[in-house]
């Protein structure tokens, strides 16, 4: 049976980062997809290659990426080898964006949603935190927090404003009754 493409999403700052840290470490068959991002190397949060808008803009004529899209000013790329290991069975987490769901159910015809949420409280003490954005940039992040999801996706839904090691059970336990 071929794998599945779990397209983690939601708000930034909700922690999709450290879900799939630890899903991964609980199920270390599934792989993790490493983004192109055109932001900034060496930023903490995800582990991502850092790159140019020009090398972006290359690495997509050049056929680099199964999914690409853009979002808070910045673009995202899906490696092109993906499909190879969903095709050999094998599940791979994406952090995707919510607009970018669409696009990937058609790329992805095993696709299934993890969307993480935290309440508002919760969000704002984590991107402040982080140090990444300002203080407006946070606020047109957290306007964003309850964007809905496009209809017809096979979406699971877990807060996670506890303990990580909670959400990740919960997420272990959501995910694998599709497998059987």
């Known amino acids: ?18 879900v799939m840290s630890g899903l991964v470490a609980a199920q270390p068959s599934m792989r993790l997809v490493r983004r192109t991002i055109t932001r900034a190397p060496d930023l903490e949060g995800e582990d991502y290659e850092a790159v140019t808008p020009d090398a972006f803009v290359a690495a997509v004529r050049d056929g680099a990426f199964c999914l690409h899209w853009d979002a808070h000013g910045l673009r995202y790329g899906i490696p092109a080898d993906v499909p190879d290991d969903l095709r050999s069975g094998r599940d791979c987490l994406a952090n995707l964006s919510r607009g970018a769901l669409l696009q990937a159910q058609a790329v992805f015809p095993r696709l299934i949603v993890l969307n993480i949420t935290a309440s508002p409280t919760v969000l704002a003490h984590r991107l402040t935190g982080r140090g990444r954005e300002t203080d407006a940039e946070i606020s047109a992040r957290l306007a964003q927090a309850g964007k809905p999801l496009p209809e017809g996706l096979d979406v699971v839904t877990l807060a996670n404003d506890g303990a990580l090691g909670e959400t990740v059970a919960q997420a272990l336990d959501a995910l694998q009754p599709a497998r059987v």
């Open 1 to 18: 049976m071929p794998g599945r493409l779990i397209a983690v999403v939601g708000p930034s700052g909700v922690g999709k980062d450290s």
